[in-house]
């Protein structure tokens, strides 16, 4: 690193980003304040609410309106800070957004914020004369349209989160099918759906808790997955069927053959990695051919249908700026920052990240980290961990293997994956794994690990909705200390079982 304190990036200011911009100022020794750049007007990211877009927001995110967490807040919040106590285990989005937004201001986070600011473009510089160390260029622009202009840093930390890019897989006959046709993120509230004939295509956590949210004001709800049967007794109203593979103008069809007459399809298939600002001037241009061709092919789904403003189906043209991307006339880098040609290249259905060394350092460029980026989590203890553990490298704390490594140890991961049929978007879904991997996080940069009693309270609570995905937000949990933890309040006879056997 060179001399003196380092300057960093911080893109996106969500929990990650929050997170990264509050441990850099905690070290003023060694770093200059954080510049964040947030392409919206406000803190959050994925947890703020747009589904009215009364807001005048450019962007619109995940978030539906009766969203509540599925996990307790007791394991979800920062370890240096604490959710309300007063507040019940498993609470509404609001109260998540509020709980960032009083982060913010506890760590004085908002004055370094550039707000309604996009980043172009993210480029390498090599050091001059003997000094061999990389610096990154930023380019970014205001969503005013203001002239591009580029600061140098010393490193970059990309906190841009996994849901604003929706995929969605190919289905036969797709453009043939009459009914309304959306990606989880365009859904809001169930009302819409009244006495519809729905089938959700995905069972993770979104399509389970939409299915469980349409069946009141549905006709019916059909949760199209694929994977091991569900042991849990579904409403009257909701069916489980295998995924759909074919669509007719009234139909969908099933992989087994079964035909439901339906009259909409949303989407729960997930998000893909997209990071526009980190592609070459010819990537930028073939992941737009790439997203024509697929708005060809397939009927409002990349366009998407707008269900957040409850006015009924219709295209989102009342508000054209969402989820655009700025353009500029400026040069973009000639280095691509996700290709690494002796593997595999950027993969336009999916998306994927770039070799990454422990699923948090560019292997090429390890002053570049992606936050966050990991899978099946829990996200704000875990951006608490590899915020740490990055700024520990570049404080000279720990050293990194040399990159060649790295990206040997990289190749090796992506080759598993893709070897073992897994689609390369899995790449980094950790899954129970995760709680290993902070530990692995702690143990390496000399950091306190998770309380124990926290991987409790995640194993009963994974027990409880596994038991029953309909109640199992009503219970309440409270932490005894770092060991131990008890339920509050009444515990439904469902969970009496799962609650005894996730006892120490």
């Known amino acids: 690193m060179a001399s003196g304190r380092l300057r960093v990036a911080v893109i996106g ?8 911009a509050r441990h850099i100022l905690s070290r003023p020794l060694t770093f200059e304040p954080p510049v964040v750049f947030e392409r919206t007007g406000q803190v959050g990211g994925t947890w703020v609410y747009t589904g009215d877009m009364e807001s005048g927001a450019h962007i619109h995110t995940s978030m539906y309106r009766d969203l509540s967490t599925n996990l307790p807040k007791e394991i979800m919040e920062f370890p240096d800070f604490a959710f309300d106590p007063s507040l019940p285990s498993f609470i509404h989005n609001s109260e998540v957004l509020k709980y ?9 986070i908002r004055p370094h914020i550039k707000f309604n600011t996009q980043v172009v473009s993210v480029t390498p510089v090599l050091g001059e004369g003997k000094n061999s160390e990389i610096s990154w260029d930023v380019t970014f622009q205001t969503l005013d349209n203001g002239d591009p202009v580029t600061e140098r840093f010393d490193a970059i930390m990309v906190c841009v989160g996994q849901y604003s890019h929706p995929f969605v897989p190919d289905i036969e006959g797709l453009e043939q099918f009459q009914g309304p046709v959306l990606h989880s993120q365009y859904y809001n509230y169930p009302e819409v759906f009244s006495f519809h004939s729905v089938v959700v295509l995905g069972a993770g956590p979104s399509g389970f808790d939409i299915s469980l949210e349409l069946s009141p004001h549905a006709k019916h709800v059909y949760l199209s997955y694929r994977g091991s049967s569900l042991q849990w007794i579904p409403p009257a109203n909701l069916s489980f069927v295998p995924p759909v593979v074919r669509a007719t103008a009234n139909s969908l069809i099933c992989e087994d053959g079964t035909e439901i007459m339906a009259d909409t399809l949303i989407f729960c298939t997930g998000y893909k990695y997209t990071y526009p600002f980190l592609l070459t001037a010819s990537d930028t241009m073939d992941n737009h051919k790439i997203d024509q061709r697929d708005k060809m092919k ?27 991307t700025l353009t500029v006339k400026s040069f973009l880098p000639k ?14 259905e999916q998306g994927h990240l770039p070799p990454l060394y422990k699923h948090l350092f560019h292997a090429r460029y390890p002053t570049l980290g992606f ?21 520990s490298v570049l404080e000279g704390k720990f050293q990194l293997p040399p990159p060649e490594k790295m990206l040997s140890e990289s190749r090796e991961e992506v080759l598993k994956t893709r070897n073992s049929g897994i689609p390369l ?5 950790l899954g129970k ?16 690990p998770l309380a124990p009693v926290l991987c409790k309270i995640l194993q009963a609570s994974w027990n409880f909705r596994n038991i029953e995905p ?18 509050k309040g009444e515990v439904p006879l469902p969970f009496l079982n799962a609650f005894m056997k996730s006892l120490p």
């Not at 899978?375 to 700024?391: A, S």
């Not at 794994?433 to 306190?448: C, I, P, R, V």
């Open 335 to 348: 280095v691509d920052l996700l290709e690494d040609e002796d593997i595999v290249g950027t993969n336009g």
């Open 100 to 108: 960032l937004e009083d982060y913010t201001d506890k760590f004085s």
């Open 470 to 487: 309909t109640l199992y937000r009503r219970l309440n949990f409270q932490l005894l200390n770092r060991e131990e933890y008890k339920m």
């Open 425 to 429: 978007k899995n790449l980094h879904r």
């Open 371 to 391: 936050i966050g980026a990991v899978k099946f989590v829990i996200p704000f203890p875990l951006f608490h961990f590899q915020v740490q553990f990055f700024l």
């Open 298 to 324: 397939r009927k409002n789904v990349d366009e998407l249908i707008d269900l957040k403003s409850g006015k009924g189906f219709k295209k989102n043209e009342a508000n054209p700026q969402v989820n655009e």
């Open 13 to 20: 200011a969500g929990g990650a980003g929050l997170c990264s």
């Open 433 to 448: 794994s995760f709680l290993e991997y902070m530990q692995w996080l702690a143990d390496t940069a000399g950091l306190e």
